[in-house]
């Protein structure tokens, strides 16, 4: 080569240099460890997870401490981006229930960052079981939840929901027993209750195994004018006493009357009398209600409990079958049910205003049949307890 050729070739790497455009070189490797003791600062762990993370590139390399509690991380191509100096370094280590997260910046390779665990509550609470109860009920009653569930730290709220509240907090009322109410659904349909335990770290537990279903039954009453016997066939929360059933049935209805089988005596109420006449009307009983005109009028709401408990006096007593017991279908099978102390039933016909009676021993003849929404005297020579068990009278 010509040394003219050669002053050329060394004034072009020179200008080169000059003008800062050198060949790029190969990009090199950043190394992070470190030891990860336990929380006394003391003891290395071995076993633990150790993630490094470079926020700025978002590359993150993972492993596992060894050998006394070390860790190594390599970053730089082809696996990852490099780390350059200045780059926030994020480094966790977890093992077990401990934990322990740190940031600092890229200083230069290799970097030492050690880092002491921590304890932290990473366990939910523990749901034992749910209870909700009743499992049938009306429009808008409330529902009742009983949560039993633990916790290794500790509870702190337990909170359920599927009522018309958005959600209701439980009270802790035993250990490890939270309870309280909630409102059913207005509207018929089978509703999830749902339960969510918080502990005191803000883990969360959840179940919704449990439901509870609304009903509302619907049974017609027809009312003609002059006297009709009358027992409440469903548990309709709007007829709580004799005036509000005569509001229910409407102008046509004069007067409401109530055996009194205690003294064996009637008490009537009518519109206009003072609050202290009016009387609560109930499931079992029977009343007698007079008309002026016909009415037809729907009773909705929960059928009564079933078994349903009646206490009979010695003489005469007015009932109404609360459930329909299909053991009990006519008179002669109420007088079974309710046994020999049972003399005899009577059955007011309100279309000729006046007394059907049957005794044990009768001809088949003069038995008729037990309604629901009706009711009936009952004659007795001592006083019993009979128990009806059925469904809820319903159209």
Not at 147 to 169: K, L, Q, R
Not at 358 to 371: E, L, Q, R, T, V
């Amino acid at each position: 080569m010509r040394k003219g050729d050669m002053r050329v070739i060394l004034g072009i790497v020179m200008l080169a240099v000059l003008l800062g455009l050198t060949i790029p070189s190969q990009a090199q490797s950043y190394t992070v460890w470190g030891q990860v003791f336990d929380e006394d600062g003391i003891t290395p762990v071995d076993g633990a997870n150790v993630t490094v993370t470079d926020i700025n590139t978002g590359e993150s390399l993972s492993t596992t401490t060894a050998g006394g509690g070390y860790y190594q991380v390599v970053f730089g191509p082809p696996a990852t981006k490099p780390v350059n100096i200045g780059d926030t370094l994020q480094i966790t280590a977890s093992y077990n229930n401990k934990m322990n997260t740190t940031t600092v910046s890229a200083t230069g390779s290799p970097q030492r960052v050690d880092l002491i665990l921590r304890f932290v509550d990473m366990i939910p609470p523990v749901i034992n079981y749910v209870i909700v109860s009743p499992s049938e009920v009306s429009p808008g009653e409330p529902v009742h939840v009983i949560v039993n569930a633990t916790d290794n730290v500790a509870i702190d709220v337990v909170i359920a929901s599927g009522g018309e509240e958005p959600f209701v907090y439980l009270a802790n009322t035993a250990p490890n027993i939270w309870e309280g109410n909630i409102t059913a659904k207005s509207t018929p349909g089978i509703y999830t209750v749902n339960v969510s335990v918080n502990d005191t770290s803000g883990n969360w537990a959840y179940n919704s195994s449990q439901f509870y279903e609304v009903k509302r039954y619907n049974f017609t009453v027809n009312f003609v004018p002059g006297y009709n016997t009358f027992s409440p066939p469903l548990n309709d929360t709007s007829v709580v006493n004799a005036s509000v059933l005569m509001s229910k049935i409407g102008e046509g209805c004069e007067e409401v009357l109530k055996w009194d089988a205690e003294t064996q005596s009637w008490k009537s109420y009518s519109p206009g009398m003072p609050p202290f006449f009016d009387f609560n009307i109930k499931g079992g009983e029977g009343y007698l209600v007079r008309m002026t005109s016909s009415a037809e009028v729907v009773f909705s709401g929960k059928g009564w409990d079933s078994p349903f408990t009646i206490s009979l006096a010695q003489g005469y007593n007015l009932i109404g079958l609360p459930v329909n017991d299909t053991s009990v279908v006519k008179a002669s099978s109420l007088i079974s049910k309710i046994g020999e102390n049972c003399t005899e039933v009577l059955r007011w016909d309100a279309e000729t205003q006046s007394w059907k009676s049957y005794s044990a021993g009768m001809p088949p003849f003069f038995d008729f049949n037990i309604k629901g929404g009706e009711g009936y005297f009952v004659r007795m020579s001592e006083s019993a307890i009979v128990i009806f068990e059925g469904t809820p009278w319903s159209d």
